[in-house]
């Protein structure tokens, strides 16, 4: 009955003025002239500070995925990747708002034992956009917090056991195609690398049909990620 359950689980979880104006008039221009110029010159310059303040690059690193599933006699993590994209916005000496565009591994390994034992691997891969404040510790430390959303790529469930070895393709329609939660963690700059830590909280219960359910019940991502990020942007020496 596991072995039919889990099959179908998997099977199915796949205006222009005249030229003689009077000189009050001309007057009245130079000062709105000079009022537009300064203007200009504080925003180029803002603009080229906040350039030469913000961080930019390539990341990726290690995912310590799980699902904490109710109903299993043990669970463990699913070791993975992320890998991306980021870039500052806004940035200024103690602050910025940071967007990312990642690809990132999910899951978990889940036992489910008894009369017979069965283990169940949930591989789980999404795009993961997080946007986040940027809190400045002088040019060494920064901290990070905020929320993200994650659109489902693809998903497939490996199971070995008592009753059936093998793998499976998961509908999409048995999952939700979104995720959303909370991320927050810290980044340690050297020059140009930035080494840090993340913990990703979802939200979104992922499991969307009847069958999804009966495996994930209530179950949420929960990600915690190492990265090692690159500034292509070459000005935070």
């Known amino acids: 009955m596991l072995h039919s359950m889990i099959s179908s689980f998997g099977a199915v979880f796949i205006p222009l003025q005249s030229n003689k104006l009077p000189k009050t008039m001309d007057t009245k221009?130079?000062?709105?002239?000079?009022?537009y110029l300064l203007i200009f010159l504080l925003g180029g310059?803002?603009?080229?500070?906040a350039f030469a303040q913000a961080r930019a690059g390539i990341k990726g690193g290690l995912n310590v995925s799980n699902l904490y599933i109710d109903n299993v006699h043990d669970e463990n993590a699913r070791y993975g990747f992320n890998v991306g994209l980021y870039g500052q916005l806004l940035s200024s000496d103690v602050f910025a708002i940071q967007p990312e565009l990642l690809y990132s591994t999910k899951g978990s390994r889940a036992f489910?034992?008894?009369?017979?034992?069965?283990?169940?691997?949930?591989?789980?891969?999404?795009?993961?956009?997080?946007v986040l404040a940027v809190i400045k510790l002088g040019k060494s430390a920064e901290i990070h917090i905020g929320p993200y959303a994650s659109y489902l790529v693809n998903a497939n469930v490996s199971y070995s056991g008592d009753i059936a070895n093998g793998d499976d393709e998961i509908d999409k329609d048995q999952l939700k195609s979104y995720d959303y939660?909370?991320?927050?963690?810290?980044?340690?700059?050297?020059?140009?690398?930035?080494?840090?830590?993340?913990?990703?909280?979802?939200?979104?219960k992922?499991?969307?049909?009847?069958?999804?359910?009966?495996?994930?019940?209530?179950?949420?991502?929960?990600?915690?990620?190492?990265?090692?990020?690159?500034?292509?942007?070459g000005n935070n020496k």
Do not use: C, H, M, W
């Open 29 to 35: 221009k130079n000062k709105i002239f000079s009022i």
């Open 112 to 130: 489910y034992g008894g009369v017979v034992e069965q283990t169940v691997k949930y591989n789980l891969n999404y795009l993961d956009l997080p």
């Open 181 to 204: 939660g909370l991320a927050g963690g810290f980044g340690l700059n050297f020059g140009q690398l930035q080494v840090g830590a993340r913990y990703n909280y979802g939200l979104v």
């Open 206 to 233: 992922i499991a969307d049909s009847d069958a999804a359910k009966l495996f994930l019940g209530d179950s949420k991502n929960s990600v915690a990620q190492i990265y090692l990020s690159l500034n292509l942007l």
């Open 45 to 49: 310059f803002s603009v080229n500070t």
